[in-house]
């Protein structure tokens, strides 16, 4: 399941996200950016931040992966969130 949006996502969410990963090339970022704020196919944003579509494909399934620990994570406090009975 993809949890990330093409075009999307905010750029601030991917930051925070990308602070997860070990992912720090400038141009693997900013093909990121162009991918998923910007709304670019991943064979454009690769090309236009001049990287290998390999090694763009390899940083959109991290942020993936990244993206579903933090939805389980959210879901096990949302469930937490739920069970509290308000007074």
């Not at 141009?27 to 704020?37: G, K, M, S, Y």
């Not at 454009?44 to 931040?49: E, G, K, Y």
């Not at 399934?61 to 009975?85: G, M, N």
Request: charged fraction near 25%; hydrophobic fraction near 45%.
């Amino acid at each position: 399941m993809k949890y990330l949006i093409q075009g999307g996502e905010s750029a601030e969410r991917l930051q925070l996200l990308l602070q997860l990963t070990n992912i720090e090339s400038p141009d693997i970022v900013a093909a990121l950016h162009d991918h998923f704020v910007a709304g670019h196919q991943d064979t454009v944003a690769a090309i236009r931040n001049n990287v290998k579509k390999s090694n763009l494909s390899r940083a959109i399934a991290r942020l993936e992966q990244v993206t579903f620990t933090v939805e389980q994570i959210k879901e096990i406090d949302w469930a937490k969130f739920k069970s509290r009975k308000v007074a």
